[in-house]
Nanobody, 124 residues
């Protein structure tokens, strides 16, 4: 069983930046394609960004394109989400996830392992 742990969330003002991190707990790990999703109160969990196992391919939701950057350091088994120019509508719980698919994917149903989430709040 893979367990993922996110960190780096917090309360910031509009226009600020945050960097989220995600790492697996335990010793069993391989280079899964990974992604970030978010869920705002009263809304469904939505796709934010995805990255392939070696980092060569990335996908972004239109709402974050140009502001967020997904990356990974496989030597450290860590996934990142750099969030710049944050807006109040970015407020949500952010989840990292790992997929057993063979390529990066934007589909929530193709992710098999999830973290517990980290809160990001952007004030106006």
């Amino acid at each position: 069983q893979v367990q993922l742990v996110e960190s780096g969330g917090g309360l910031v003002q509009a226009g600020d930046s945050l960097r989220l991190s995600c790492a697996p707990s335990g010793r069993t790990w391989r280079r899964y394609p990974m992604g970030w999703f978010r869920q705002a109160p009263g809304k469904e969990r939505e796709f934010v960004a995805a990255i392939s196992d070696l980092g060569a391919t990335t996908y972004y939701a239109d709402s974050v394109k140009g502001r967020f950057t997904i990356s990974r350091d496989n030597a450290k088994n860590t996934l990142y989400l750099q969030m710049n120019s944050l807006k109040p509508e970015d407020t949500a719980v952010y989840y990292c996830a790992a997929s057993q698919a063979t390529r990066a994917t934007m589909r929530r149903d193709e992710y098999h392992y999830w973290g517990q989430g980290t809160q990001v709040t952007v004030s106006s």
